[in-house]
């Protein structure tokens, strides 16, 4: 009968003891969550970038989800960034929505241009049988405009292909001018 009463309290300390351990854990994982939380807020406000009013965070076992909506897709990889950099967040569940789609698509389009202005100018500076420094280089919408001088129409014509044959490339136009002999 002691051993049975013995195994009935040990048995009662240990599983108080687990339950208490468990409890602490739960609610310093809780605590941890709602710090980042905190922390993940405070840093999406101080970014003057972000409307930070438009974007919610919630924390689950220290990963940070993202909900709301920012204006491109570069201010959705802005918050991503900035919330993954904070000490303790394990990962990011970026849901954000982005809601002017439009301006994402015209500033790809800008940086296609000034690529395409950039490979077809180095092209024309590296050909040796074209005086690309006298050749002004201008593109819009994939448009390339070739305005300057150049010494004969052979250097002309291969100036043009030169352009044409550049990636991203829909069109030229040929504002060239050939020196008088």
């Known amino acids: 009968m002691k051993n049975s009463i013995r195994s009935i309290i040990a048995l009662t300390l240990f599983t108080a003891g687990s339950t208490t351990a468990f409890a602490d854990n739960t609610w310093e994982d809780k605590s941890k969550d709602a710090w980042l939380d905190g922390k993940a807020e405070t840093t999406l406000l101080f970014n003057s ?7 919610n965070t919630d924390v689950q076992d220290r990963v940070v989800i993202l909900t709301g909506k920012v204006d491109s897709a570069v201010d959705k990889s802005l918050a991503e960034e900035l919330v993954t950099s904070l000490e303790g967040v394990e990962s ?7 809601i002017n789609k439009k301006q ?3 500033l790809v389009a800008s940086l296609t ?6 490979v077809v100018k ?21 448009v390339v405009i070739l305005t300057g001088e150049v010494d004969s129409d052979s250097e002309e014509e291969l100036a043009v292909m030169i352009a044409k044959n550049s990636e991203d490339v829909k069109s030229v136009i040929n504002k060239l001018e050939v020196a008088d002999s």
């Open 92 to 98: 990011v569940d970026n849901k954000l929505s982005v």
């Open 104 to 106: 994402d698509s015209e």
């Open 49 to 55: 970038h972000l409307n930070s009013f438009d974007i």
């Open 113 to 118: 241009d000034s690529k395409v202005e950039a």
């Open 122 to 142: 180095s092209k024309l500076l590296m050909s040796s049988d074209v005086s690309g420094t006298s050749i002004e280089v201008e593109v819009l919408n994939g």
